[in-house]
């Protein structure tokens, strides 16, 4: 039997937000913290850390998912990519710029079509999930 699990995109309004939404409704109960980051994100999806054990099946619902997208859209994702930039190894530096020059042309993905793509990730096959 899949477990049920709704992410409510009123909410939150910016990725930190989105990190505490995750961990309420994905990880609580545990006497620890996620990372706050995409990779940890992943993580939690294939299970063991909280709500729903390793591949186990979950029902994912994103509601209020349009409020979602514009919330991290492109303002978002560059304030995301500029506190990476502050903060990353110089060796990241290139990458990460790369990311912003991109979303100053209009091309690169927004927070949150990346994270729909962490979702829908193969390795997560176990997740049935919905945006509403």
């Known amino acids: 039997m899949s477990k049920a699990v709704i992410i409510d995109g009123n909410t939150f309004s910016d990725l930190s937000g989105f990190y505490d939404e995750v961990e309420r409704k994905l990880t609580h109960g545990l006497d620890w913290s996620i990372g706050r980051n995409l990779d940890a994100f992943n993580d939690v999806l294939r299970g063991g850390f909280g709500v729903h054990d390793y591949g186990e099946p979950l029902t994912l619902t994103w509601m209020n998912s349009a409020k979602s997208?514009?919330?991290?859209?492109?303002?978002?994702?560059?304030?995301?990519?500029?506190?990476?930039?502050?903060t990353c190894h110089p060796s990241n530096v290139p990458s990460v710029?790369?990311?912003?020059?991109?979303?100053?042309?209009?091309?690169?993905?927004?927070?949150?079509?990346?994270?729909?793509?962490?979702?829908?990730n193969p390795e997560h096959d176990h997740i049935t999930f919905t945006l509403q």
């Not at 997208?69 to 502050?86: F, I, P, Q, V």
């Open 69 to 86: 997208k514009r919330d991290l859209g492109r303002e978002s994702t560059t304030r995301h990519y500029k506190g990476m930039l502050a």
């Open 97 to 120: 710029q790369q990311y912003l020059d991109e979303l100053k042309t209009g091309k690169g993905q927004m927070l949150f079509d990346i994270i729909i793509d962490i979702i829908h």
